[in-house]
Nanobody
Framework: QVQLVESGGGLVQPGGSLRLSCAAT????????MAWYRQAPGKQREFVAR???????IYADSVKGRFTISIDNAKNTVYLQMNSLKPEDTAVYYCNTAPMAALGWGQGTQVTVSS
């Protein structure tokens, strides 16, 4: 059974940084294009960033230049480095495959950007 576990969220001031992690059991990330998504209160879940098996990345315009997605295949973990955080980045962040979320959703990790 595949399980995704996101971690690393928290409360941070505007301009701050966080690094999110997503670990998996029951599957290997190396066979997928992996992505991060987020869902803000009252809004639909949206795409944030994705990383192909070949190493190509795509970012949502709202995070381009501030966020970086990466993967450690040895640890079967996907990361999202978030810099220059803004209040509008506040959301629950999830990882999954792309372009379709083919794995069951994890519990997500809450990121709150506030002074």
């Amino acid at each position: 059974q595949v399980q995704l576990v996101e971690s690393g969220g928290g409360l941070v001031q505007p301009g701050g940084s966080l690094r999110l992690s997503c670990a998996a059991t029951g599957t290997s990330f190396s066979i997928y294009t992996m992505a991060w998504y987020r869902q803000a209160p009252g809004k639909q879940r949206e795409f944030v960033a994705r990383l192909t098996r070949g190493g190509s990345t795509i970012y949502a315009d709202s995070v381009k230049g501030r966020f970086t997605i990466s993967i450690d295949n040895a640890k079967n973990t996907v990361y999202l480095q978030m810099n220059s955080l803004k209040p509008e980045d506040t959301a629950v962040y999830y990882c999954n495959t792309a372009p379709m979320a083919a794995l069951g959703w994890g519990q997500g990790t809450q990121v709150t950007v506030s002074s």
